[in-house]
């Protein structure tokens, strides 16, 4: 199993411009997270699924968008990159009833 | 504002000490208390976990505690290995509603040879 998978590892930004980040699992989890990590931070969490065609959002989902139309896919989408969303993004996928997320090995994002 | 917090951003030690990571919580519905290990430049790890009913539990080399009397948290590491440096953190869940753990700051584990 690979587990969680992120595309793309590194991106650089220009202010306004658009990306989408992906994150995959083929471990058949239920709920799939986003969070972001700034320095000397904890993980915050944007928005997440519980469930194929469901989403909600989390602590700080604004600027940000989601998808998830098949299970083993999470999409985070940002339609105008800011300064502040530099920031390193984990997806995260956990199988319901369990504790354990299980984190991918991060998107490293700047925005210039 | 947060309810898990860390009181220490930093510890040190040397290795073969036993480490000792704190956390304080302020939501006594918590059901769950989970820790992770995220190393440099990698994703977060998943430790242990301890539900409310228990004040301990054992893994290899790590122990988690719980007071919720003070709620407080912590977690214990035997034999401290260069390999343990990295940042932990402890969330806390309420089991059943929407399965979304509340992260703390973190504290970061530094092991001196």
């Known amino acids: 199993n690979a587990g969680v998978t992120q595309t793309p590892k590194f991106r650089v930004l220009k202010t306004g411009q658009s990306m989408t980040l992906l994150c995959a699992q083929d471990m058949n989890h239920e709920y799939m997270y986003w969070y972001r990590q700034d320095p000397g931070m904890g993980l915050r969490l944007i928005h997440y699924s519980v469930g194929e065609g469901t989403t909600a959002k989390g602590e700080v989902p604004d600027g940000y968008n989601v998808s998830r139309l098949k299970k083993q896919n999470f999409l985070l989408g940002l339609e105008s990159a800011a300064p502040s969303q530099t920031s390193v993004y984990f997806c995260a996928s956990t199988r319901q009833g369990y504790n354990e997320q299980f984190f991918g090995p991060g998107t490293r994002l700047t925005v210039l | 504002g947060e309810s898990v917090g860390l009181h220490l951003p930093t510890l040190s030690v040397q290795e073969g000490d036993n480490s000792i990571i704190n956390c304080a919580y302020s939501n006594s519905a918590s059901d769950y208390f989970i820790w992770y290990k995220q190393e440099s430049g990698k994703g977060p790890q998943f430790i242990i976990d301890?539900?409310?009913?228990?004040d301990k539990r054992q893994g290899q080399r790590v122990t988690v505690l719980l007071n919720k009397t003070v709620k407080h948290l912590s977690l214990q590491i035997a034999a401290t290995q260069p390999g343990d440096s990295a940042v932990y953190f402890c969330?806390?869940?309420?089991?059943?509603?929407?399965?979304?753990?509340?992260f703390g700051r973190g504290t970061s584990l530094i092991v001196h040879p």
């Open positions: 301890i539900r409310s009913n228990m």
């Open positions: 969330a806390e869940k309420i089991s059943g509603g929407s399965y979304i753990p509340t």
